[in-house]
């Protein structure tokens, strides 16, 4: 089946019990057993397993194209499970310019816990290839990447891994399974923060883990989830459920508006670089061209005149809401520099535009004005 029918209907079956269409959200944390102690539905206690989580760890395998998925209470909690389920003295090799929480975890939680990261510029597979030890045993793709957009090859990384004896993931957030199919392509496990696109509507928090076979990973995985705890409520299963129905449908809108305004930037005497892979220009294009379906939502622009120049471009806007996250409807904008602080390795000028799903030419209108006091003080 394609995305758009799997997305409707993977998972989801009217209610046995009473024919509801929409499925009900099981808030019960406890399950009753029989008089002889068997448990007749096969769940036990929220935490380990529950009838809304199930339902939507099905449609996130079948959307990813993996036999098996874990649903966290987070993005970070999905990320925190895959590095815990390694060991003291492992080692990580992941993208310098990885989501900056991504980063953050190895460098201040697991280097403590024992386990050894290198960050390497993903985007060249020779410089992943010598960063890879004797201890690596995994590598982490985030592509396009958190917030410059680069684009990682993903079989070629992929193939690096598995020669190196290691575990190929992809965060694959920002692509999500519309656009791009990391497990098709050799990785071993796909990372969705579902805080964004896959639910869709900046209500939920949550984060998932898809594999493509069950096997002693995932079920160390599975324990991290029930022990570690981190994980989605009820409600938020429910709510990440009814996003994903309406996913390849919003993708094509989210790609359709930021090609429109990555284009526009692109030709603006104010901007320096824009960062979107689907400008023909971009050094990600090529890779992206052939992994993709599209090119997202997502886009990032460099302003001339620095820190200054874009903190006005934000002030200045009408229409994008100045928060951070993205994947929403509505378009966001956010000076990333900023909200990741000293350790910032973002460009001084860079804005992340979160497009959303209102008119293209609005959005394009919005920063038109809002990029006119660059202009002029120039
Ligand atoms: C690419 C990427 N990965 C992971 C995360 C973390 O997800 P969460 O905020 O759901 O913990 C984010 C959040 O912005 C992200 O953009």
Do not use: K
């Given at each position: 089946m394609r995305i758009e029918t799997l997305a409707v209907?993977?998972?989801?079956?009217?209610?046995?019990?009473?024919?509801?269409v929409s499925p009900p959200i099981h808030l019960s944390t406890t399950f009753a057993r029989e008089a002889?102690?068997?448990?007749p539905h096969g769940f036990l206690y929220a935490r380990s397993d529950n009838p809304t989580r199930r339902e939507l760890e099905r449609s996130l395998a079948a959307l990813e194209g993996g036999a098996t998925a874990l649903a966290f209470a987070s993005g970070m909690a999905a990320t925190a499970a895959v590095f815990q389920s390694l060991l003291p003295g492992d080692h990580v090799i992941a993208p310098r310019d990885a989501y900056y929480g991504t980063a953050k975890l190895l460098r201040e939680v697991m280097a403590g816990w024992g386990l050894g990261s290198t960050l390497v510029d993903m985007t060249d597979p020779a410089a992943v290839a010598a960063a890879?030890?004797?201890?690596?045993?995994l590598i982490w793709i985030e592509t396009?990447?958190?917030?410059?957009l680069a684009v990682t090859d993903v079989a070629r990384i992929s193939a690096i891994a598995r020669a190196a004896g290691a575990y190929c993931v992809c965060d694959n957030t920002w692509a999500t399974p519309v656009l791009q199919r990391p497990l098709a392509l050799g990785c071993d496990l796909v990372m969705h923060s579902t805080t964004k696109y896959l639910g869709g509507h900046s209500d939920l928090t949550g984060g998932a883990l898809v594999a493509p076979a069950e096997s002693d990973w995932t079920a160390r995985l599975r324990t991290l989830q029930a022990l570690g705890g981190a994980v989605p409520s009820a409600f938020d299963c429910w709510l990440l459920m009814r996003g994903i129905r309406s996913l390849p449908w919003r993708m094509r809108g989210h790609c359709e508006n930021a090609a429109a305004v990555a284009g526009f930037l692109a030709g603006?005497?104010?901007?320096e670089a824009v960062h979107y892979?689907?400008?023909?220009?971009?050094?990600?294009h090529a890779v992206a061209a052939r992994q993709m379906a599209g090119f997202g939502g997502m886009v990032s622009v460099q302003v001339k005149g620095g820190a200054e120049a874009a903190l006005g471009v934000v002030r200045r806007v009408?229409?994008?809401?100045?928060a951070t996250s993205l994947g929403g409807t509505e378009s966001l904008i956010e000076h990333r520099a900023s909200v990741e602080?000293?350790?910032?390795?973002?460009?001084?000028?860079l804005l992340r535009l979160s497009i959303g799903l209102e008119h293209a030419e609005d959005l394009v209108e919005d920063l038109d004005q809002a990029l006119r006091g660059v202009a002029t003080r120039r």
């Open positions: 209907h993977a998972g989801h079956h009217p209610d046995p019990a009473t024919g509801a002889d102690g068997t448990l890879v030890a004797p201890q690596t045993r396009p990447s958190n917030p410059t603006h005497s104010a901007i892979p689907g400008l023909a220009g971009d050094p990600g009408r229409l994008f809401t100045r602080g000293p350790e910032s390795r973002t460009p001084p000028g």
